[in-house]
């Protein structure tokens, strides 16, 4: 059976996006399901933000046919990981579990680079393309984390 990670963010437009694209990207397809989405309904349906594209395609990954979606209660019993990009993120998804092993589902992303942190991966929106960049590689040193322990757990 596919081991299931979601990646979630606000919108579903820029890090999520991203952090579905890396950890894909270090994944046999067959063996791992990754998705995103995001605690907000502001973009359902939209692709993911044009410098997340950018930034994806500079370091090798197509993120082009990801599209927006919302976190639903449904997705505890779908995912087995979920991984938020920051402590508004993490705070919505545990508020919509009904027990605790949905909560331990949900993990801040950068507590696989610093444990027990709970340190927010910045929101590059509002940023210039080095936001991006640096997002790109706070999450992909994540992902290498990520990839990492889900291989030694096969």
Not at 16 to 41: Q, R
Not at 66 to 91: L, P
Not at 120 to 136: A, L, S
């Amino acid at each position: 059976m596919k081991a299931k990670i979601l990646m979630v963010c606000l919108g579903n437009i820029c890090r999520s996006p991203l952090a579905e694209g890396i950890l894909k990207s270090k994944l046999n397809p067959s063996h791992y399901n990754v998705a995103s989405c995001g605690t907000s309904s502001y973009h359902i349906n939209s692709k993911p933000d044009q410098r997340s594209i950018d930034i994806a395609r500079q370091h090798g990954i197509d993120i082009t046919d990801q599209r927006a979606a919302q976190f639903k209660v449904s997705d505890f019993t779908t995912y087995d990981h979920i991984y938020t990009m920051d402590s508004s993120n993490y705070e919505n998804i545990i508020d919509l579990a009904s027990n605790d092993h949905e909560k331990n589902k949900v993990k801040h992303i950068l507590n696989e680079l610093h444990p027990n942190s709970n340190l927010d991966v910045p929101d590059p929106y509002y940023g210039g393309e080095q936001g991006f960049e640096d997002v790109f590689q706070m999450l992909n040193k994540a992902c290498d984390n990520i990839a990492l322990k889900l291989k030694e757990s096969d």
